[in-house]
């Protein structure tokens, strides 16, 4: 049949009766010369004439063959194959597609400025929202430190160490100016504590290397090489008679001594020149100092680190403890407060809170 052969099988003789092939050269039946199924060179049947004679953009494909084709790519002779499917598809004719129209929920032009004005709306009401409510107060609502905690020694300079928690080993080191009624962080390192952990400086006993937690003075600093440039503080320097006594029967208990005294025995005593590189820069932490009591400890000091934790005193690395004393004012009264941060998983209510001294 002629027009199945000329009009691509999709009937579209639209119900007229098909022809019988005319002979070679002959002309077309009417039937399919009016829907476009000449013998042009240029266009076939589903050419851009084609769709223009039939009403429909030269992409649209015929609304009935639309409702039967599903989303497997079929039509309703079954599957198409891809090069009939390639072979059908109007070529592009550069012609300008008319604007969508705005689809059910606000999709197209309009709906997209809803949307948009919908977004911005959100948006504006979660940075209100995030002004008006308070912030956070796990870690003093953004104040610094010294300015949370309870005592500060009264003086203008103040290093804190704060550990996350009584079992922690390490921490932060930080030393701070006090500069126009405000605190200001002047600087701060890693630090290392017991290797117990920290516990209530009056609940401490000897031995058992935990760091005492509380606020202490800074009575001198000592070390075994020479002071560092700029520093301002009372230093010692150590000798090969330098030691410290720990023994507690020795009325030396706490204290440094030049040449071992009779009451106090060697083994129960720090030989300070033995500590190498951990004593080559050290400040003494006033714990137990003035009023020593027997038991609760001796020789805590804020010193170069190791290798690992302490026997209960806090130490930092070497170039922080440099800059350290360099900073030190005697005359601004630096104290050290020692206890368990306020963060989030830190002890900011208990006995060790550094907030508390």
């Known amino acids: 049949m002629f027009c199945q052969r000329r009009c691509g099988g999709l009937g579209a003789c639209s119900g007229r009766p098909l022809s019988p092939s005319p002979p070679e050269g002959g002309p077309a039946p009417a039937a399919c010369a009016a829907h476009g199924t000449g013998t042009s060179a240029s266009h076939g049947a589903d050419g851009p004439r084609h769709a223009e004679r039939s009403g429909r953009r030269p992409d649209e494909e015929p609304t009935a063959y639309r409702r039967k084709k599903d989303h497997a790519g079929t039509t309703p002779n079954g599957p198409r194959p891809p090069a009939a499917a390639a072979a059908l598809r109007p070529p592009h004719t550069g012609a300008a597609r008319p604007p969508d129209r705005p689809r059910p929920g606000g999709a197209g032009p309009a709906g997209h400025v809803r949307s948009g004005a919908m977004r911005l709306g959100l948006v504006l009401a979660s940075v209100l929202a995030s002004l008006l409510l308070p912030a956070p107060a796990a870690h003093g609502d953004g104040a610094p430190l010294p300015a949370r905690m309870a005592d500060t020694g009264g003086g203008t300079q103040l290093i804190t160490a704060e550990a996350p928690s009584t079992g922690s080993t390490t921490g932060t080191v930080t030393w701070w100016d006090r500069r ?48 560092p440039p700029g520093a301002g503080v009372r ?72 290798r690992g934790p302490t026997a209960g005193c806090v130490a930092v690395p070497a170039e922080a403890m440099r800059r350290i004393l360099a900073w030190a004012e ?28």
Request: aromatic share 10%.
């Open 235 to 306: 230093y010692r320097r150590v000798t090969r008679d330098s030691w410290w006594c720990q023994d507690n029967r020795s009325r030396a208990y706490n204290r440094w001594v030049e040449g071992l005294p009779p009451d106090c025995r060697a083994a129960e005593a720090e030989h300070l020149v033995t500590y190498g590189r951990r004593y080559a820069h050290a400040l003494v932490i006033g714990f137990n100092y003035d009023r020593p009591v027997r038991g609760r400890g001796a020789g805590i000091f804020l010193h170069v680190e190791g």
């Open 180 to 227: 126009g009624g405000r605190w200001v962080r002047a600087g701060a390192a890693p630090a290392r504590f017991g290797a117990n952990g920290l516990v209530e400086g009056d609940r401490r006993r000897q031995g058992t290397s935990t760091t005492p937690t509380g606020l202490y003075p800074l009575p001198y600093a000592f070390g075994i090489d020479a002071a």
């Open 330 to 357: 005697p005359a601004r009264r630096p104290h050290i407060a020692i206890g368990t941060s306020g963060r989030p998983g830190g002890d900011t209510d208990g006995r060790t809170a550094i907030v508390r001294y």
